[in-house]
């Protein structure tokens, strides 16, 4: 040992240093005012340096089979060690390195200890080689609680377990193409200024937990393959602090753990893959959080993750884990201020309850195949899934939506049976206009669903079992079925304010409509049937007897809708056409059905209406003559029906109307004068009190009468003209009148 020693410039190059016996080399509380040259040298016994100090250190190319130890040492001058070579352990504990110090290439067969060191200057050490050998420790190389002030580079370097726990970087530091073999630990590390890790590779488990990285962090194709499944986590950055840019754009996971971790700049994570779980439960993401067409081969945790900017998961895909676990993709609490950006995404199962979106949430394409469930989550602005798909359940109980909620062409595919809907929206609430035109449900709930303006359902399909018992929020809010299908289901009117249902051109099952008991009286004359289809689906039909009672109430009107001056422009405006195309569809599906009071019922409002649109181009002077003339006759005839046997459906109408009409001509023939004048003779009126007058009325009644029932006995005949051209006609309206008294006798037995 040689204690206190100063040196000059010590040239040992090329030296073959083999001692007879291996006892150490030890300098302590030495001085060596020039460089330790040892360049290509082959040392064979061990060295120590403790507590000296060095002007600087050239080892390029050599070669040391014992151990090499700086321990509380202070090197001044450079460090030149390229491709050096060391057998054993190479140690250089509480040293400071002034100077720069190279290490590019540099072997280290056995453990490397830098705990404590700190350099000054920049340092390197690219392609290093870090194998070590020893089992009696868990890390082959350690840089533990080490100081880098200078930039330091180890790119390319191979470690096998190594530790950089709670080291501080303070300049730009660079890890790319790294390779560690085993578990790597940089848990508290700091890194004041830039740090690349791109396309480094993690074959065992990295521990990056609690570091501080104050500037720029690149994980660019880097690779977590991950160890022993013996711990939760292959890569763990828990309360991980991210002030600068993080980038892990194609980063490839096996296990993540970034939970609580605090991104203060933009976090790019596109087309990163997880292949195992991934917890991000409690981080926070102050910027944008990019996460594009991401992979998370099992579950993925971002419960009550806080994205304070755009959170973009678009095209992502999170395909789950074991079928056990209750959310694939965890977003339960989740809090997102910017614009929420999962179009295109797919799910397996996905979990959004009580999440807010505070920005736009976009769902658009998006894809569930296994259960979603959204319950208690608020939407500020816009809730967008317009197009989604989802497979199996999906739960929006107690949503809250301030802005407007799209779902146009939506498909809600459900076919699980173990709860009583496939999609449920149960106590939401809907602020805005909100839009399911062209979506498609199987089993779905609106029950207590609350809209403040309009709902649109324009072209939805309920394909099986549906119920709309929704509400209005201060004001009268109209629900828009125009041209949607309803296979069966329920449309119940609340307690408060009435809701307006328009199912104009839509196609109705067999549907419900209920209203509280004080309010069934006007329960349809808030629903707009318009040229609506009552039979088009196969054992489907929409059953009018059960609304029987609202029908007598009401006249038997189907087409009446109290809109109160609603602005609202309608697929087909109600015109007497319209109307009649209406009571046509509804007289076709009753009929059908065998309900033949309601179809009798439908058949006369429909000729009333079309007696109007008759009446209409009639009048209307830009039609040909020919046309106009047309349809007077058809008002002629409609208003004949009409007035004679309610087209059929009136038997006493007809009965009365046939057993008075001789009446007329009977008090032509004895009063009209001698025009009229029949066999029977005429009266004055001044003379109808005396016998012979009331006896000259009867003689006419009874003319009439065997006239019109084509008796005819002869004992009495027509004298003038007009008695006798009257006649003739008596017996051809006792025809008319007899065939729609048969007409209507059939009919009623039909009801």
Known sequence: MIDGGEFPRIDLSRARIEPTETYPLVFRDCTFDGPIDLSMAEVSLPIRFENCTLAGVVAEGAVFHHDVVFRECRVTGPVEGEESFFETDLVA????????VDLAEVTCA?????????FEAETTLATATFAGASNERDDNASFADVE??????????????????????????????????????????????????????FDADADLGGCEFADRVSFRGARFAGGARSIDEDADFREATFAGPALFVEAHFRDANFARATFVERATFEEAIFDGDVTCSGAAFEATAAFDAAEFGEDAAFDAVRFAGEADFQGARFTGGSEGLEADADFGETVFEGAATFDDARFRGGVFEDATFEGRAGFEETRFAGDAAFDGAEFTTHADFDEARFDEDARFVGIDVDGEGHFRGTEFRGHANHIEENVTFREARFAGDTSFEDASFTRASF???????GASFVDTTFGDEFDLAVRAIGGRTYVDLTGAELHEGT??????????????????????FDAPADRRRELLDYIRFCRTEFNEFDGYDFDFSAQAAYFERNGWALHTFVDDDLDVEYAVPMTPETIETTYLKGK????????????????????????????????????????????????????????????????????????????????????????????????????????DGLATLYDNVYFSY????????GGIGPIGPVARALAAIEVYVSVVLGGLLLYSLVKRSEV
Not at 110 to 118: N, S
Not at 706 to 713: H, K, P
Request: charge should be negative; include cysteine; glycine fraction near 10%.
């Open 110 to 118: 056995d453990d490397a200890t830098f705990d404590g060191a700190r």
């Open 148 to 201: 880098f002030a200078g930039p330091v580079a180890f790119d390319g370097a191979e470690f096998g377990a190594v530790t950089f726990a709670d080291a501080s970087f303070e300049a730009e530091t660079s890890f790319e193409e790294t390779v560690f073999d085993g578990n790597a630990e940089f848990g508290g590390a700091t890194f004041a200024a830039l740090l690349g890790f791109d396309e480094a590779r």
């Open 706 to 713: 065997i006239t019109y029932l084509t008796i005819g006995y």
């Open 447 to 453: 029950r207590d669903t609350a809209f403040e303006a």
């Open 491 to 512: 449309i119940e009117q609340p307690e408060g304010a009435w809701m307006r249902y328009d199912l104009t051109r839509a196609s109705v099952g067999e549907v419900d």
């Open 588 to 691: 076709n599906a009753a009929s059908a059905a065998g309900q033949e009071r309601a179809a009798g019922e439908f058949r006369i409002k429909r000729q009333q209406f079309a007696r109007k649109a008759q009446a209409a181009v009639a009048r209307d002077g830009t039609e040909a003559l020919s046309t106009r003339v047309l349809n007077t006759a058809r008002v002629a005839e409609n208003a004949f029906m009409s007035a004679t046997c309610g087209y059929g459906f009136r038997l006493l109408r007809i009965i009365a109307v046939f057993a008075v009409v001789p009446l007329i001509p009977a008090l032509l023939y004895a009063f009209g004068g001698p025009l009229f004048e029949t066999g029977a003779g005429q009266v004055a009126l001044a003379d109808l009190g005396t016998a």
């Open 93 to 100: 504990v509480g040293t400071t390195f002034e100077a720069t």
